[in-house]
């Protein structure tokens, strides 16, 4: 029997909801990893019982767990990542050069066509792979070195590299987003890159159409479309319809275009997901009214879907990981927030409900069907 | 042949998934290296978790406490205290008490 499992990342360890189809009751495991922070949790999509987790501690660093069955069990891989070549600088938040520091890896992404690659997405800003099902990591320098590195500042969260797209039919072409420098394109399977940020403009930088230094918080594509991409920004939402050769904004009549996360309705290509958040500097939503904002347009005309999440005394965050849809006949869309729920809709996102409450914070959401 | 007893916070036993006290196999005169050495050798999941990977210096929240001291900042090729390599005490590996998130 098919079933559907939401991979879920908290700060104190990893969580597996699993369902049938029809997605009305859930089964909840865990925590694994109890007490670590699980950044990101991934499968496969080639092998989905193949699941990458990217589990740190403030104590004991970066470990990286596989597991080849699905999730039942796990066995710990290489978690020796080290900058290739002179590790040079970028600049810190005084503005001054401050030497790369591995902290974390905030994503994996698996490949498209081998269960045994991967991709970790590292804090400082840097991109790994993995060849070897995660025993050891090789830096993919051409992006740290390509001539803006030594730019890059970090967020208020660190110099995340936190979003990876693979093009699935563009072999070699992805994407990858990292806070606050921006979003970047490779077109030779990580090799070289160059920064696709034209058209952002960001009132808290210097210039604001700056080549880097925009807080890019998630990017995302439609696997059939993948030149379409879209962006949630620190502030702004936009869409590139050129592989990000050109950015433009489709906030439209959302009430605040601040927030995390960004996704794409996995059979309609120009449906896409927000979450808005107050602002900056009040990360929670608008009155305390938890609202999915749903564009059928690609962008510029939103609608709020509330039916099923909370409309009063609501705080909470939704963090850039913590959204991704499935691909049953009717798109199911998934959202994690700061307060421990993991919202579900079964139906695109007309309605949602609450799968499992009180979870430690949630980092990440990732959804297979199996 | 030396028999060095250690032990290490619960989350890295779990990661290590071993049940309880090491004893560890050593020999000469033993050191805080040549013990982290011989304990990341039998325990390979345990690399870079007590130990930066490149520098070999401990991770800030880590703590190395022996014969009720504070062995955390001695030089890493100090010799270990002769209680430790008797046996009769045990080398601790400690999370340093912090608060976090």
């Known amino acids: 029997m098919r079933t559907v499992r939401v991979l879920v990342g908290t700060r104190k360890g990893a969580f597996i909801l699993t369902s049938d189809l029809k997605r009305e009751q859930w089964k909840v495991e865990g925590p694994h990893f109890a007490g670590w922070e699980i950044f990101h949790i991934k499968g496969s999509p080639v092998d989905p019982n193949r699941i990458y987790v990217s589990q740190s501690s403030s104590w004991s660093g970066q470990v990286i767990q596989v597991s080849t069955d699905g999730g039942k069990t796990f066995e710990p891989a290489g ?60 830096e993919l320098a051409g992006l740290r070195q390509h001539g803006t590195g030594s730019a890059w500042q970090p967020g208020a969260g660190g110099l995340g590299l936190h979003t990876m797209l693979l093009d699935p039919k563009n072999p070699g072409r992805m994407y990858i987003a990292i806070s606050a420098a921006g979003a970047f394109r490779s077109d030779d ?132 990981e913590a959204m991704d849809v499935d691909d049953c006949e009717s798109c199911g869309v998934y959202f994690g927030t700061t307060g421990g729920q993991v919202y579900a809709s079964n139906n695109s996102g007309d309605s949602w409900n609450a799968i499992v409450r009180d979870l430690p914070a949630v980092l990440s959401v990732e959804v297979q069907t199996c | 042949m030396l028999m060095v007893r250690v032990e290490l916070p619960t989350h890295l036993r779990i990661l290590a998934k071993i049940p309880g006290e090491v004893q560890l196999e050593m020999e000469g005169e033993p050191t805080q ?61 400690v999370g340093a008490i912090a608060g976090g998130l």
């Open chain 1, 79 to 138: 978690n020796e990542f080290i900058y290739e070549g002179e590790t040079g600088t970028h600049q810190w938040y005084d503005g001054k050069p401050h030497p790369w520091e591995f902290k974390r890896v905030w994503h994996l992404e698996p490949s498209l066509t081998d269960p045994d690659t991967v991709y970790a997405g590292v804090e400082d800003a840097a991109l790994f792979k993995s060849t070897d099902a995660g025993r050891t990591w090789k």
């Open chain 1, 189 to 320: 399977d990580g090799a070289s890159w160059r920064p696709i940020n034209k058209g952002l403009q960001s009132k808290y930088i210097p210039d604001p159409n700056a080549e880097v230094g925009h807080c890019v918080h998630r990017i995302a594509l439609h696997p059939s479309n993948p030149e379409v991409l879209f962006m949630q920004k620190h502030w702004d939402v936009l869409r590139s319809d050129n592989g990000g050769e050109l950015w433009q904004r489709v906030s439209g009549n959302l009430p605040t275009d601040f927030g995390f996360v960004i996704d794409v309705h996995a059979h309609e290509p120009e449906t896409i997901y927000v979450v808005p958040i107050k602002s900056d500097a009040e990360h929670f939503p608008l009155d305390g009214q938890l609202k999915v904002y749903r564009s059928k347009t690609g962008g510029n005309e939103w609608e709020a879907l509330t039916n099923g999440l909370p409309q009063e005394n609501c705080f909470v965050n939704v963090l850039r």
């Open chain 2, 33 to 93: 290296l040549s013990l982290l050495n011989a304990l990341e050798a039998r325990y390979p999941s345990l690399k870079g978790t007590i130990r930066d990977h490149v520098t070999k210096q401990r991770r800030p929240f880590m703590r190395f406490f022996a014969c009720e001291e504070d062995l955390s900042n001695n030089w890493p090729e100090d010799p270990l205290p002769p209680e430790v390599v008797s046996g009769k005490e045990v080398f601790l590996i």
